[in-house]
């Protein structure tokens, strides 16, 4: 039972790993877009495991690829030995990651992909000096923890890197916020001038940025700001890792990877989450200069291993023989104009964001910009109740962020819609 269950998971595991929802759901079975909770219960699932269910749950062709590669009686053999299809993956994404003369190393999760692009940067421009962005998350190692800008998921000062800190594309709130965005890529610059020149050695090695900032609450800076940016890391040979740990593979509907709304080419790229589909994989694509900067034996035990790159090679071939990009975009349209026409207008939504099947809602204290947590709160669980999984994030806990797998259908994003618009009305006290 998962009364039970709840007591026994307090019981064991640590309070600091939260658990979503006042009576959180234990998710037992899911097919396509769909997940069942242990009490019978179903729900279109908006947030995928965190934006990592990308193409959904109980897909044939992830399945079999996976059941065949068990069949063989091998689950793993390491990186010691060759592995077929964890070439065949790394053929595939250095092709499309956009990097000329790329590499790719694999890991097991986004966190030691960011690890292992910082390691990189570093070494290759011998400097531990690093550039992040304000509200930005990238993991949960010391490196990772070290240039990720967010309070609430800093769980130690303890930091390897030098890191300055550039602002973020918040238009809420902030020293940016309001400007236009030409305005605010011009500012955006200069503060980069500025802090090259007060906060850093000069020395630097590289800038590490979300291309839309997931636990950040969906913040994206204006398409053309990394262009901008770039421009001047490249006047100082600093590298531009991006962190497409959330946005990569078609998600935001009008690219394939994020970096490409801004028009530049990263030095650096890190995957992780959609591409296993719930398989443990993740990795760094790189120009082989970069990415070959380790002077020393560094391995993966499990990274790239036989089950999850027979996983990522299906998750990947189904998503380009689908063109989920193109669905992103327009299932993604549709969600995006039905909430901002829906509740766009309302007093408590302070902006609908995001790109393709990336949307999130921010919500306010009515007439400011004063966060509101309390009732993104209500909003996330009268969703639930109304029979839609959402997430929730910003720096404030006041963002309502939908990120489902990128096969949803027209008529699963109308039915989400509506649940969400009944849900936002209701919490937020709007007649219907
Ligand atoms: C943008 C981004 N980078 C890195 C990570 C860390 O990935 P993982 O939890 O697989 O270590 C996350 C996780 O949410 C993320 O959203």
């Not at 089950?307 to 998750?315: E, F, K, L, Q």
């Not at 349209?333 to 509740?343: K, P, T």
């Not at 947590?373 to 909003?379: D, E, G, Y």
Request: proline fraction near 4%.
């Amino acid at each position: 039972m998962t009364d039970d269950l709840l007591a026994r998971h307090r019981a064991v595991l640590p309070s600091w790993m939260p658990l979503y929802y006042a009576e959180p759901i234990e998710l037992v079975s899911g097919s396509g877009r769909r997940v069942t909770d242990a009490q019978g219960r179903t729900y279109l699932d908006f947030f995928g495991g965190v934006l990592t269910n990308m193409i959904g749950y109980d897909i044939p062709e992830i399945r079999e690829a996976v059941e065949r590669q068990l069949a063989t009686g091998i689950a793993h053999t390491s990186t010691l030995y060759l592995i077929r299809q964890q070439v065949e993956l790394a053929e595939k994404i250095a092709q499309r990651s956009g990097i000329p003369d790329a590499r790719v190393f694999f890991t097991n999760s986004g966190t030691e992909a960011n690890e292992a692009a910082l390691l990189v940067a570093t070494n290759h421009r011998r400097s531990h000096q690093i550039l992040a962005v304000r509200n930005s998350y990238h993991g949960r190692s010391y490196a990772a923890m070290g240039v990720t800008g967010n309070r609430t998921w800093s769980a130690s000062g303890l930091n390897p890197l030098q890191v300055a800190w550039l602002h973020s594309g918040d238009r809420v709130r902030g020293l940016l916020a309001r400007l236009s965005a030409d305005e605010q890529v011009d500012a955006a610059v200069e503060d980069l001038r500025e802090v090259l020149a007060t906060q850093t050695a000069g020395d630097v090695a590289a800038l590490i940025a979300e291309p839309i900032q997931g636990v950040g609450g969906f913040v994206h800076p204006p398409d053309g700001l990394f262009a901008g940016w770039k421009k001047v890391l490249d006047e100082h040979g600093i590298l531009f890792i991006a962190d497409e740990v959330q946005t990569g593979w078609g998600r935001t509907g009008e690219h394939f990877w994020g970096y490409q709304a801004h028009g530049v080419t990263p030095d650096l790229l890190t995957f992780a989450k959609g591409i296993g589909n719930g398989f443990a994989l993740a990795g760094v694509v790189g120009r082989a200069e970069v990415l070959e900067s380790v002077s020393a034996i560094s391995f993966s035990t499990f990274g790239g291993n036989p089950i999850s790159t027979a996983a990522g090679n299906a998750v990947l071939d189904y998503l380009i023989a689908h063109d989920l990009q193109a669905n992103a975009a327009r299932v993604g349209a549709i969600l995006a104009d039905g909430l901002r026409s829906a509740v766009g207008n309302l007093d408590c939504v302070a902006e609908v964001r995001g790109k393709g099947l990336m949307l999130g809602v921010e919500f306010v204290r009515p007439g400011g910009s004063e966060p509101d947590p309390a009732l993104t709160n209500r909003v996330f669980e009268a969703a639930r109740e109304g029979g839609l999984l959402a997430g929730k994030g910003g720096l404030h806990g006041n963002v309502l962020r939908m990120g489902p797998p990128l096969t949803l259908t027209e008529e699963e994003a109308r039915e989400g819609l509506a649940i969400l618009v009944d849900a936002i009305r209701s919490a937020a006290g709007v007649a219907a």
